[in-house]
């Protein structure tokens, strides 16, 4: 009895000893397992963050995103991608296109001379202006100003035509257009500091919005696509149809600023007139203004002096910015690059 109570016991610790035995190879066998799994995960991890840093390096960045951002146009514009801005009376019979950018000093040199008088040529409704902003002068001198300041432009354009105007008026005057070889619009603050000029746009919280998030930013590339456009590779140019308008050069001779930009707006007045036929003057107004036009001339010839030479047209020739003088001189001076400070979104 006792011998078999004594192997039935031994069977019986040789059953739990397997069953155990076999419980251990199970977790060892999910231990493994689980190591192995926990390993491809990681490997899987790691490549997959390698993977997403590599994606991202290779995404475009800044301006060359914005060409892949999602598209939208200011209000106030037509035509493909709304890359046309024209602005005026829609019942006018003659549409005058100007090409300008926003960084050029002779697009400068002519708003703060004859700007006032396209602005009441408009405005009376002479012609109809499409305006064609290139950005030219970024990619041959270096930095993003004009890009930047054309988004702030589309910006303007969506509240009213008038702030589209009044706005690159601004841009352009004599207080805050910028060197061309310093990249000062590229910033989202000057540009808004520019805006405090212009009523409509002072207190638009909405316009602010837009130039921080750089919303127009994708439509200032359709807009930057037009270089060439009709053959024009400078600025600023005028064109009627397929004709392209040239614009008398203001003689070298001694002469103060406000001599200077008389005589520039009458260049300008000269070349429309010649195109479009003589604007209608109000009855009796003629010989005030020629008698204020003779003592302005008095006044200022009494205290003449040699002014700067101002550009008159800013061209890109293979790749390169340079501008012409608007003082009638033929040679052509290479822009130095630009200082460039790169866009601030702050």
Request: proline share 4%.
């Amino acid at each position: 009895m006792s011998n078999r109570n004594n192997l039935a016991n031994k069977t019986a610790a040789r059953e739990r000893i397997r069953a155990e035995r076999e419980r251990q190879k199970k977790k060892d066998k999910l231990r493994r397992q689980l190591t192995a799994t926990g390993a491809v995960i990681g490997v899987l991890a790691v490549a997959g963050g390698i993977g997403y840093a590599v994606m991202k390096a290779n995404e475009p960045k800044g301006w060359e995103a914005a060409k892949e951002a999602k598209l939208v146009t200011p209000a106030h514009t037509q035509g493909k991608n709304g890359t046309e801005i024209l602005i005026g009376d829609k019942n006018a019979k003659q549409t005058l296109e100007v090409f300008e950018d926003v960084r050029c000093p002779a697009c400068a040199a002519f708003e703060q001379s004859s700007g006032k008088a396209l602005a009441k040529d408009i405005e009376d409704g002479r012609y109809r202006v499409r305006f064609t902003m290139y950005t030219f002068i970024d990619g041959a001198g270096g930095g993003e100003g004009s890009k930047n300041a054309l988004s702030a432009l589309g910006a303007a354009l969506n509240v009213s035509p008038e702030a589209f105007l009044q706005y690159k008026s601004a841009l352009y005057s004599a207080k805050y257009h910028p060197d061309e070889r310093e990249d000062l619009y590229a910033k989202d603050a000057e540009l808004l500091k520019v805006a405090g000029e212009v009523p409509a746009l002072k207190n638009d919280k909405a316009f602010a919005t837009a130039v921080k998030k750089g919303t127009y930013d994708r439509w200032a590339m359709e807009m930057t696509a037009l270089f060439g456009r009709k053959g024009v590779k400078g600025t600023p140019a005028f064109m009627h149809g397929d004709k392209k308008l040239v614009m008398p050069q203001v003689p070298q001779q001694q002469m103060t600023q406000a001599q200077y930009n008389q005589l520039a707006q009458a260049n300008f007045k000269k070349m429309i007139d010649k195109e479009f036929g003589p604007a209608k003057k109000p009855a009796g107004g003629a010989g005030a203004r020629a008698a204020a036009r003779a003592k302005v001339a008095r006044t200022a010839s009494a205290r003449a002096k040699r002014i700067p030479r101002a550009p008159t047209e800013c061209l890109s020739d293979n790749g390169r910015a340079n501008s012409r003088s608007y003082r009638n001189s033929p040679s052509r001076v290479r822009l130095p690059a630009s200082k460039v400070i790169g866009r601030d979104r702050s």
